[in-house]
């Protein structure tokens, strides 16, 4: 699947936004997730969601972010609250055919890859 994020921006510390994921292929059975890296640093899972709807989050980003699916849309969004910093990367939507749900945040359990939408929050 052709995987396109959007939704990136500069934002305050404190600001939301919104990522969404569009899907060139249905995504209905698979798992799904965000994930961010930051100049010189590696590639972090930021959240997960399997085709029941579970999902699972890094430490560094629960009760602030949170992800959501519309399978009907082909898509995968990610609301961000209460930016920091620290959050500034450029930020990945990934999907693997290989689970329908897999408590994972590692980046090889994922197959297919966005090209990315920067994020940036500034203090």
């Known amino acids: 699947a052709q995987l396109v994020e959007s939704g990136g921006g500069s934002v305050q510390a404190g600001g939301s936004l919104r990522l969404s994921c569009a899907s060139s292929g249905d995504v209905d059975n698979y798992l799904m997730g965000w994930f961010r890296q930051a100049p010189g640093k590696e590639r972090e899972g930021v959240a997960s969601?399997?085709?029941?709807?579970?999902?699972i989050y890094a430490d560094s980003v629960k009760d602030r972010f949170t992800i959501s699916r519309d399978n009907a849309k082909k898509s995968l969004y990610l609301q961000m609250n209460s930016l920091k910093p620290e959050d500034s990367a450029m930020y990945y939507c990934a999907l693997t055919t290989r689970y329908y749900w897999k408590d994972t945040l590692r980046s090889t359990d994922f197959e297919s890859w966005g090209q990315g939408t920067q994020v940036t929050v500034s203090s």
């Open positions: 969601i399997g085709a029941n709807g579970y999902t």
